[in-house]
């Protein structure tokens, strides 16, 4: 799952990062609510971290602008405001959730996955499942027909993209947006690399192969052929 944290405290902003990439996420960053909007526009996050006080353009008219553009992406804001009227006024903009500064990593956290969780993604217990695949999301391991498989921290969040996905064709400059940092700059080719040594580990051992090629598309996962 990708991130954008938008925060112009640098040693907040870097901490933050840190913490979250440690837990699975991938994670772009920006400092001003100018770039944030490019950032937006540019690539599909599944949550942004928006602080208020921005330079220049101010949180809540990002998050306004967002909202004016459709985009849907659940928004945490942070600020140092704790007044009744600051995060009504948050929230009336479109935020679906509020951080008063300072706050725990371990907190920040928490409400990123309930806030994920209330934008459409299904889970049950932490997992997703795709037919007889089921994702662990807690212990970062597939589960197929009782066995489970081990999974590197990439093969894990292209899975988890595929599956959250389901039944939708995702290219491969879409796969490696999603997963990679904005300024990655290597070939979209790695995606390849990758899906090859997953369908070794999900669908090798299996007759029904759920990791399917569209060719000139891209990649779908689904439980019929």
Known sequence: M?????????????????????????VDACHDGADALDYIAGTEYDAVILDIMLPGLDGISVLKTMRSRKVKTPVLLLTAKSTIEDKVAGLDSGADDYLTKPFSLEELSARIRVMIRRSGIERVDNMISVGPLTLDINRKIAVREGKEIPLTAKEFAILEYLMHNK?????REKM??????????????????????????IDADFSMKLIQTVRGLGYVI???T
């Open 167 to 171: 039944g939708i064709v995702l290219s």
């Open 222 to 224: 689904k439980d019929e």
């Open 176 to 201: 490696m947006h999603h997963i990679w940092n904005y300024d990655y700059e290597g070939s979209s080719n790695i995606i390849d690399v990758y899906i090859r040594t997953l369908r070794g580990k």
């Open 2 to 26: 990708k991130l954008l944290i938008v925060e112009d405290e640098t040693r907040l902003c870097q901490t933050v990062s840190k913490h979250l990439k440690a837990e699975g996420y991938a």
